[in-house]
């Protein structure tokens, strides 16, 4: 084991000759395995010991143990191998940041608007990254899903929709949590703590001892449970449903703000990379032919979801320093791109909204002043079956051909649609390729090094990056026959509208705030104008990123 | 020592996932499976506890009870609220959304 490479990798400061991101092929990659460098601090590096030396069961310090939290530079992290000086500052910002433009999205004001339940999830976010043992993550989690629960109850057709999305999330949520309290349980069983460690397992891998083996099934629960809130594909069947069946910013909400923060969570345990591997192939392979059929805009981005999860996985999987950044960079690019879109769709449903009102105002309009929202739709509900249509539904945009043409009635909104899906989709000048492109690249290297975590070949990994490049040709497939609806469906009549030019940059019509029907309330043409300044250009200097993202993930 | 405690408790946990796994009829019966999941879990932790001189585990069952009735709550809540816009609580009124 060559111990220089080792000590150079996670305690050096960050300098210029340290190879970062893809842009640097270093030939020394560190071919340091995360497995064995989560529990590598400076007292491991001085003694030359590793996780397996050190006696897995010693008694932790009890002064961190009743908080549960990561408390700086306590005894307990220092105990139970945690890195040290490992803030989550950079993931608490983009949690805080991505919270402050969803709580944009949603127009309702009042006590009746679930503003307190949308900051009680960003709370169990923040707590969830900060938990240093089982039974604080597990509060952190069920602070977080309870709040989620209600939120996806409520309905956005109108209120006589019964909470069909909700009560499914929570059926399945509460299982998931009941796998992971079982997990916990045998872990806790067999171990007599509850921290959480990557010592036990790394010293399960190659101890003979039966009762740790046992408390690596309870890991198993764990992951499991893990990988249903991360809606990694083999436990992914929850969220079409609830995409479809909660109102829009909820489902920004579901998309982002757990995902991310279980991911961070996931990054900090240690987790069987062959499983995680595995996972994550299976979603590629499910995001990218579960969405070729999808005619609705939301099941379509909840299966987009899964084939963006799949690729964090892979990042994750590889262990290494570097590909866990890329992870976390990826993580980061499809969260702006996918709260873009949710604040396209958000906007476009407004539109709808406020021309279902007027009408109802004035029957005797023709059509709505808008080329996609004008068509009025049949109530899909069978109890729904209001004979008036104006009053049944037409709240949302739901299908695909919904958006047809849009680009003649929002030219603006439609051209931000259309660079965001081909963002999703890595067509290379934009973001969505930034995180690709970072992750195959650390597929490959990590390929290249060699050996990852417990000494395992790992060139599995360059089969792994071309199967994510064919599953990324098969869903910019259905990406980019969004676009073509946007712009070039000829198949429904063209409607003429006046719509003000260029209101999303003049400062008269942000100021307003959305007075008339065809300007985006609320700052959401604010929040569109500063994604599409990230998504278009960021790819010009991602050293920012890059930087934060060496910040943000353990080792730095 | 403990396995007979381990096999009642992962008997209860199978109970209660196969309940929601396989019913095809009440919602009830789904809430009580979970009901079910948790409170097995509770008395693995508990019996841990006890045999490895633990607190922690009866720390851990507290706030397993305390959160499975807040979970519980809500779950009634949606039930109620379910009922009363379509008068059933039967699953196989859940199509709506096919999946």
Same mark, same amino acid.
């Given at each position: 084991?060559?111990?220089?490479?080792? %000590?150079?990798?996670? !305690?050096?400061?960050?300098?210029?000759?340290?190879?970062?991101?893809?842009?640097?092929?270093?030939?020394?990659?560190?071919?340091?395995?995360?497995?064995? *460098?989560?529990?590598?601090?400076?007292?491991?590096?001085?003694?030359?010991?590793?996780?397996?030396?050190?006696?897995?069961?010693?008694? #932790?310090?009890?002064?961190?143990?009743?908080?549960?939290?990561?408390?700086?530079?306590? $005894?307990?992290?220092?105990?139970?191998?945690?890195?040290?000086?490992?803030?989550?500052?950079?993931?608490?910002?983009?949690?805080?940041?991505?919270?402050?433009?969803?709580?944009?999205?949603?127009?309702?004001?009042?006590?009746?608007?679930?503003?307190?339940?949308?900051?009680?999830?960003?709370?169990?976010?923040?707590?969830?990254?900060?938990? *240093?043992?089982?039974?604080?993550?597990?509060?952190?989690?069920?602070?977080?899903?309870?709040?989620?629960?209600?939120?996806?109850?409520?309905?956005?057709?109108?209120?006589?929709?019964?909470?069909? !999305?909700?009560?499914?999330?929570?059926?399945?949520?509460?299982?998931?949590?009941?796998?992971?309290?079982?997990?916990?349980?045998?872990?806790?069983?067999?171990?007599?703590?509850?921290?959480?460690?990557?010592?036990?397992?790394?010293?399960?891998?190659?101890?003979?001892?039966?009762?740790?083996?046992?408390?690596?099934?309870?890991?198993?629960?764990?992951? %499991? *449970?893990?990988?249903?809130?991360?809606?990694?594909?083999?436990?992914?069947?929850?969220?079409?449903?609830?995409?479809?069946?909660?109102?829009?910013?909820?489902?920004?909400?579901?998309?982002?703000?757990?995902?991310?923060? %279980?991911?961070?969570?996931?990054?900090?345990?240690?987790?069987?990379?062959?499983?995680?591997?595995?996972?994550? /192939?299976? !979603?590629?392979?499910?995001?990218?032919?579960?969405?070729?059929?999808?005619?609705?805009?939301?099941?379509?981005?909840?299966?987009?979801?899964?084939?963006?999860?799949?690729?964090?996985?892979?990042?994750?999987?590889?262990?290494?320093?570097?590909?866990?950044?890329?992870?976390?960079?990826? *993580?980061?690019?499809?969260? %702006?791109?996918?709260?873009?879109?949710?604040?396209?769709?958000?906007?476009?449903?407004?539109?709808?909204?406020?021309?279902?009102?007027?009408?109802?105002?004035? #029957?005797?309009?023709?059509?709505?002043?808008?080329?996609?929202?004008?068509?009025?739709?049949?109530?899909?509900?069978?109890?729904?079956?209001?004979?008036?249509?104006?009053?049944?539904?037409?709240?949302?945009?739901?299908?695909?051909?919904?958006?047809? /043409?849009?680009?003649?009635?929002?030219?603006? /909104?439609?051209?931000?649609? $259309?660079?965001?899906?081909?963002?999703?989709?890595?067509?290379?000048?934009?973001?969505?390729?930034?995180?690709?492109?970072?992750?195959?690249?650390?597929?490959?290297?990590?390929?290249?090094?060699?050996?990852?975590?417990?000494?395992?070949?790992?060139?599995?990994?360059?089969?792994? $990056?071309?199967? $994510?490049?064919?599953?990324?040709?098969?869903?910019?497939?259905?990406?980019?026959?969004?676009?073509?609806?946007?712009?070039?469906?000829?198949?429904?009549?063209?409607?003429?509208? +006046?719509?003000?030019?260029?209101?999303?940059?003049?400062?008269?019509?942000?100021? +307003?705030?959305?007075?008339?029907?065809?300007?985006?309330?609320?700052? +959401?043409? /604010?929040?569109?104008?500063?994604?599409?300044?990230?998504?278009?250009?960021?790819?010009?200097?991602?050293?920012?990123?890059?930087?934060?993202?060496?910040?943000?993930?353990?080792?730095? | 020592?403990?396995?007979?405690?381990?096999?009642?408790?992962?008997?209860?946990?199978?109970?209660? &996932?196969?309940?929601?796994?396989?019913?095809?009829?009440?919602?009830?019966?789904?809430?009580?499976?979970? @009901?079910?999941?948790?409170?097995?879990?509770?008395?693995?932790?508990?019996?841990?506890?006890?045999?490895?001189?633990?607190?922690?585990?009866?720390?851990?069952?507290?706030? &397993?009870?305390? &959160?499975?009735?807040? @979970?519980?709550?809500?779950?009634?809540?949606?039930?109620?609220?379910?009922?009363?816009?379509?008068?059933?609580?039967?699953?196989?009124?859940?199509?709506?959304?096919?999946?």
């Amino acid at each position: 084991m060559n111990i220089e490479n080792d %000590v150079k990798g996670p !305690s050096t400061t960050f300098d210029q000759s340290a190879p970062m991101g893809p842009f640097c092929w270093a030939p020394e990659a560190p071919g340091l395995a995360y497995g064995a *460098a989560v529990p590598l601090n400076l007292f491991d590096i001085v003694g030359g010991a590793f996780g397996a030396d050190r006696a897995p069961l010693a008694p #932790p310090p009890f002064s961190c143990e009743i908080l549960g939290l990561r408390g700086g530079e306590s $005894a307990m992290v220092s105990a139970f191998g945690m890195v040290k000086e490992n803030s989550h500052w950079a993931s608490e910002c983009v949690i805080l940041l991505s919270l402050m433009g969803l709580l944009f999205l949603t127009n309702k004001r009042g006590p009746g608007s679930g503003f307190a339940l949308v900051l009680i999830v960003g709370l169990g976010g923040l707590l969830l990254i900060e938990s *240093a043992n089982w039974l604080t993550i597990y509060l952190a989690l069920e602070l977080q899903t309870l709040a989620l629960f209600i939120l996806a109850c409520e309905s956005s057709e109108d209120s006589n929709t019964p909470p069909e !999305s909700g009560l499914k999330y929570w059926i399945l949520g509460a299982m998931s949590s009941g796998f992971y309290l079982f997990g916990c349980a045998l872990y806790f069983g067999f171990t007599g703590n509850e921290g959480m460690l990557g010592t036990i397992l790394s010293a399960t891998l190659e101890t003979t001892n039966i009762e740790l083996r046992q408390g690596s099934l309870g890991y198993l629960f764990i992951t %499991v *449970a893990i990988l249903f809130k991360l809606a990694a594909a083999p436990f992914h069947m929850w969220t079409p449903d609830v995409y479809e069946g909660a109102p829009t910013p909820t489902t920004a909400l579901i998309a982002i703000i757990p995902k991310f923060t %279980v991911y961070i969570l996931l990054t900090s345990l240690v987790i069987t990379s062959k499983l995680l591997l595995s996972v994550a /192939i299976i !979603s590629l392979v499910v995001g990218a032919f579960g969405a070729l059929n999808q005619t609705r805009i939301k099941r379509l981005l909840a299966y987009s979801g899964i084939g963006h999860m799949g690729f964090i996985l892979i990042g994750v999987s590889a262990g290494t320093y570097e590909s866990l950044q890329n992870s976390w960079t990826y *993580a980061v690019t499809y969260l %702006v791109s996918a709260l873009a879109s949710f604040t396209v769709i958000c906007t476009l449903e407004e539109f709808g909204t406020r021309a279902t009102e007027r009408r109802r105002r004035d #029957p005797k309009d023709p059509q709505g002043a808008f080329g996609s929202e004008g068509r009025l739709r049949r109530p899909t509900l069978a109890f729904n079956n209001n004979p008036d249509p104006l009053f049944g539904g037409h709240r949302r945009l739901r299908r695909l051909a919904d958006f047809s /043409i849009l680009s003649r009635g929002q030219p603006y /909104i439609a051209f931000s649609l $259309a660079i965001v899906f081909l963002s999703l989709a890595g067509i290379p000048p934009l973001l969505g390729f930034l995180g690709k492109w970072f992750i195959l690249v650390g597929s490959i290297k990590v390929a290249w090094g060699g050996y990852g975590a417990g000494g395992a070949a790992l060139s599995i990994y360059y089969l792994v $990056a071309l199967l $994510a490049i064919i599953c990324t040709c098969i869903s910019a497939f259905y990406y980019i026959r969004i676009v073509a609806t946007i712009y070039f469906n000829f198949t429904r009549p063209l409607i003429k509208t +006046k719509t003000p030019l260029s209101f999303i940059l003049t400062w008269e019509s942000i100021l +307003k705030g959305g007075t008339s029907e065809a300007e985006p309330g609320g700052g +959401k043409s /604010i929040l569109i104008s500063i994604y599409m300044y990230f998504i278009l250009f960021l790819i010009i200097c991602p050293q920012p990123l890059l930087l934060i993202s060496y910040e943000a993930m353990p080792g730095a | 020592m403990t396995t007979g405690y381990l096999l009642v408790s992962i008997i209860l946990f199978t109970t209660g &996932v196969s309940g929601i796994i396989i019913n095809k009829n009440n919602i009830i019966l789904i809430l009580m499976s979970i @009901e079910l999941i948790l409170l097995a879990i509770s008395y693995l932790l508990i019996v841990y506890s006890v045999t490895l001189d633990n607190l922690l585990g009866i720390i851990f069952s507290l706030m &397993v009870l305390t &959160v499975a009735a807040a @979970e519980s709550a809500i779950g009634l809540a949606i039930l109620v609220a379910y009922f009363r816009l379509t008068g059933t609580i039967t699953i196989k009124a859940l199509n709506l959304l096919r999946g």
